[in-house]
């Protein structure tokens, strides 16, 4: 509704505003839309810049603090219970643990729930009065900031009614692009998406004007190859941007622009030098071998920050065209400290401008030739949670990106810089010298005036450009996408349909003509889809091999659609519900990827429409919606049963649990219900063998009869056992949702016969073995009903009436699994296993520890992991027990210690340094000194080791 609204007011816009939502800053730029290129104007932004003074700014830092309580900061704007501004800056860099920074580089973070607010990133446990949000919405927050100042300044011209142009960076994936756009949804407004580097080339267009592209096709022998590298405060985002002189028909423009190819998503940046130069800083406040704690070091980032732009902030052509003041010599970097007093207990030292630039120059910027390639994999420089690029050498990057797509020149004969690292002369001519060394043409490294307005700018232009005013960029979309099809039966490659070509036009529908496919309907079903920058030209409905080489998986696409009469009908005679469908694909007007199938041979065709997942929960995508029919439905609670798997053995497995579990039937004897999964092992083959999709078949057969369970002791504790089975663990299947969804309400009914040991215990594992799937409401009820039976006799935690569970080492192993429950309870539970270590030997209890501490979750977003300093009182008692006794204890060890690289996360070096002089004496797997002593992936082997079994054939663990 909304949108509609929006859309409609946005009709007749009389502005084009152009918004660049910056990792470090946030800039606004606008003209008439009526008016020339030269005419664009800079929105200064009213910020807070004292507690009580406001001033308006060009830049926006892109950072929210959360004021100490007592503090009082006005509020002029609406952005209670956070400041925003240069005061949030400057009390961020006085006050530690309060900032959030970098809410765009979260937004491209899959391995945590950008919908959930964990932002500030390593907050105290206890810090229960500071707010927190998610990345999606501190992305909100920023813009809703600017569209109420502009509001002000503007009040004829609300933001929400003119053409606004959103920038992000070029190698955002679809599902950052659409988070984006959720953002500035949140914020009131309807946004349309541009590249960075596209943007910054057609601000140069506009400063150039015609001569300056005339002069530069002059110069490059009348076609120029432009490389555009951009590096802003999160990301390195590179382009390549083909110049040439027109057609020269009639109507047709005298300079033509062509966006060719952009690079793959680089979490490189300036963050990344300023993380490194606080790594240089670090021993010199606190002395070597000691490390600050996670909010400190935060203030220390910051402050190499401001040391780096007073350091590198001169010697560049200034928009005036004159240079601007030469930079100090050195610069002071001070940690103040806790609290919101500014003196006493401050650290201070001082960066020099020639080791900076040593930094800078040396780490980021090194000499590499045309056929150098970055180094791949995990171990980079890694802080606040934020997966960075672990080769830090841009030049390198830069190298393979040119040799991907440029295949047959020797190098670019244009560069454009961005960004304000590039205000250092040295860094540029850094990175041109390295470009000029691979032997291609002379380069022409094209003026670049004032790199942090230069995109809001660029936005403006293109959305001129849009409206005839000014050269646009053609290339359509960067990468192809392609839906995924079932692997070949003789085995190969796997086959996937090109639905959007490389090069698709905004706008353009692309269908895979010739391809008729056949869409399961009336159950969730799951669209594997891939994108590639690839230089080859697939076509709409080409069948290529996937590569990984060649191919980037993207986050699958789980849809449940209404069968229809005509499928339901089929279905009811045995057959599979089906719809014939093509697949259609269009490169929206806003810079998102639409994907439908589209039912053939109907007189009223249906459009089902997919749409991606950006949640963490449920792992792969949301349900779709239909147009132009009926609505589609969202993953039904009993999926339908004629659309699972066929063969006889499988419709014999399914009998025998209908002949238990069915319409009561006098003729099952006890023994029969007690052996049912022994008899399904006869029909199948041992159930270890069981793929995922003969497991679910079974769960779908099983859970609509769940009420048939409460017919015996048996029935119960057979049912429990069968379900957990069958639905472990709880995620990966395209239905799993669903199925957990019907499941779910059985926890709150228990057991019908509580005096059976056995029962309980099989009732436990069942949740247990499908933890993964539930969401944290249902986790907290389960830690709820357990925590009476687990805490400590002095906790004197009320038991609830009527329930006396059995087996409460299984329920313990439960909630250990439990990793959506909030921290501070799952500490809790830790420390209740601790106590009970003191005088019980049971291996099991370290393991569960283990399972609560561990610093990489199994299934859930690592916001949800324990804090280091509870980690570090385990390992403290851990590493004093005798490890030959307790076969459990060298592999909690490598839970609670494993580094990750985020000190948020990781024990201090003392730690973990004894837990691996621990495990080498103890023998342990070297794989597992490793995963302590540097950043190593989680095995496969070790997540599905956490849910004790192995998990269903075919399913396999993805990490972060």
């Known amino acids: 509704m909304l949108r509609a609204r929006m859309s409609a007011l946005a009709k007749n816009p009389s502005l084009i505003v152009g918004v660049d939502l ?72 006085e006050v530690p643990g309060r900032l959030i920074a970098s809410a765009k580089s979260w937004l491209c973070h899959p391995a945590v729930d950008r919908t959930a607010p964990i932002l500030p990133w390593g907050a105290d446990d206890d810090a229960a009065a500071l707010p927190r949000v998610s990345p999606l919405d501190a992305s909100a927050r920023i813009l809703a900031h600017v569209r109420r100042t502009w509001d002000d300044a503007f009040p004829e011209r609300p933001l929400a009614e003119q053409e606004v142009v959103l920038t992000v960076p070029a190698s955002f994936d679809q599902v950052a692009r659409e988070l984006t756009v959720e953002a500035a949804r949140r914020a009131g407004l309807s946004a349309r998406l541009l590249e960075e ?26 076609e120029a190859l432009v490389l555009v590298c951009d590096v802003g405060g999160g990301t390195t985002d590179l382009s390549l941007i083909r110049v040439a002189r027109g057609a020269g ?37 606190v002395g070597a071998g000691e490390k600050l704690d996670p909010a400190r070091f935060g203030q220390l980032v910051l402050a190499c920050r401001a040391a780096k732009e007073r350091l590198l902030g001169g010697g560049a052509e200034t928009s005036a065209g004159g240079a601007a003041p030469a930079p100090p010599d050195e610069a002071p970097v001070t940690v103040l400290s806790h609290g919101a007093r500014l003196v006493g207990g401050a650290l201070t030292t001082r960066l020099g401008r020639a080791e900076v630039e040593g930094v800078v120059l040396d780490g980021f910027f090194p000499e590499a030739p045309a056929d150098a390639r970055p180094q791949r994999g995990r171990g980079g420089l890694v802080a606040f949670g934020l997966p960075y690029e672990r080769d830090v050498a841009i030049t390198r990057h830069v190298a393979w990106f040119f040799a991907r797509h440029a295949p047959g020149s020797r190098g670019p004969t244009a560069l454009l810089l961005n960004g304000g690292v590039f205000r250092a002369r040295r860094v540029a001519e850094r990175l041109a010298r390295a470009i000029e060394r691979w032997g ?36 359509g979309a960067a990468r192809g996408y392609y839906v995924g099809l079932e692997p070949p039966a003789g085995g190969g490659p796997r086959p996937a349909v090109c639905v959007v070509p490389r090069g698709a036009k905004e706008g353009s529908v692309h269908a895979a003509a010739g391809r008729t496919f056949a869409l399961v309907v009336g159950r969730p079903v799951r669209f594997d889809l891939f994108a590639s920058d690839d230089a080859r030209a697939d076509r709409a409905g080409d ?64 459009r089902f429409r997919l749409a991606f997942q950006l949640r963490e ?18 993953a039904p609670g009993r999926p339908h049963a004629a659309a699972t798997p066929g063969g006889k053995r499988l419709d014999e497995a399914r009998e025998t649990i209908e002949r238990v579990f069915g319409k009561g039937r006098p003729d099952v004897a006890p023994r029969e219900v007690k052996n049912l999964v022994r008899e399904l092992e006869r029909v199948l083959g041992e159930r270890a063998a069981w793929t995922t999709e003969t497991a679910r078949a079974l769960f779908d057969t099983l859970a609509p009869s769940a009420r048939s369970r409460r017919r015996s002791a048996d029935h119960e504790r057979v049912f429990w056992s069968l379900a957990g089975y069958c639905l472990r663990p709880g995620f990966g299947d395209a239905g799993d949702p669903a199925r957990v969804a019907a499941l779910a309400p059985l926890f709150a009914e228990k057991l019908a016969f509580p005096q059976e040991a056995r029962s309980w215990q099989q009732f436990w594992i069942a949740w247990r073995r499908v933890a993964g799937g539930l969401d944290e409401a249902l986790q907290v009820a389960i830690r709820d009903l357990a925590d009476p039976f687990l805490a400590p006799a002095e906790q004197r935690l009320k038991k609830p009436k009527g329930v006396k569970p059995e087996a409460l080492d299984d329920l313990l192993e439960l909630c250990a699994s439990l990793e959506r429950v909030p921290a501070g309870r799952r500490s809790e539970l830790g420390a209740w296993v601790l106590e009970r270590t003191w005088t019980d030997r049971d291996a099991r209890l370290w393991a569960a520890i283990g399972r609560i501490g561990a610093r990489v979750p199994a299934y859930a977003s690592v916001h949800h992991v324990v804090s280091p300093a509870a980690a570090e009182r385990w390992l403290d008692h851990l590493l004093r027990e005798k490890w030959e006794e307790l076969p459990s204890a060298a592999p909690a060890a490598v839970q609670l210690a494993r580094r990750t690289g985020d000190r948020a996360r990781d024990v201090s070096d003392r730690t973990r340094g004894e837990v691996e002089r621990r495990l080498v004496k103890a023998g342990a797997p070297e794989a597992w000194v490793r995963a302590v002593r540097e950043v190593v992936a989680v095995e496969e082997a070790e997540r599905a080791a956490f849910f004790g079994e192995g998990l269903p054939v075919g399913l396999r663990l993805v990490g972060e």
Not at 556 to 581: I, M, N, S, Y
Request: charged content about 25%; some cysteine.
């Open 22 to 93: 910056g990792t470090t800053h946030t800039v606004v730029a606008w003209a008439e839309r009526d008016a020339e290129p030269g005419a664009i104007r800079v929105f200064p932004i009213p910020q807070l810049v004292t507690a009580t003074e406001i001033e308006a700014r060009p830049l926006l830092p892109s950072l929210l603090y959360a004021p100490l309580p007592g503090e009082a900061p006005a509020d002029p704007f609406g952005d209670a219970p956070f400041a925003l501004g240069e005061h949030a800056r400057r009390r961020g860099g």
């Open 197 to 222: 580097p596209q943007a910054a080339f057609y601000d140069f267009m506009r400063l150039a004007g015609a001569q300056g592209l005339d002069d530069l096709l002059a110069r490059s022998g009348g």
């Open 249 to 285: 028909a009639a109507g047709a423009p005298p300079v033509e622009v062509a966006r060719v190819a952009v690079g793959h998503h680089l979490l490189l940046g300036g963050d990344n030098m300023d993380l490194a130069l606080a790594h240089l800083c670090e021993p010199r406040l």
């Open 440 to 475: 291609g043409p002379p380069l022409d490294v094209l003026p670049y005036a004032d790199p942090d307005l230069a995109v809001a700018r660029g936005a403006v232009a293109y959305g001129l450009a849009l409206a005839g005013r000014g050269v646009r960029i053609e290339g």
């Open 543 to 606: 069948i290529v091999p996937l590569d990984e080489d060649r191919f980037e998986a993207l986050p699958p696409v789980a849809v449940a659609f209404d069968a229809g009469d005509a499928a339901r009908a089929r279905a009811e005679d045995g057959k599979r519900a089906e719809v014939r469908v093509q697949i259609e694909g269009e490169l929206t007007a806003i810079g998102t990827l639409d994907l439908a199938c589209v039912e053939v041979g109907a007189p009223a065709p249906r």
């Open 617 to 634: 929960e449920g792992r792969g995508a949301r349900a779709g919606e239909a147009e132009g029919g009926a609505p589609a439905e969202r």
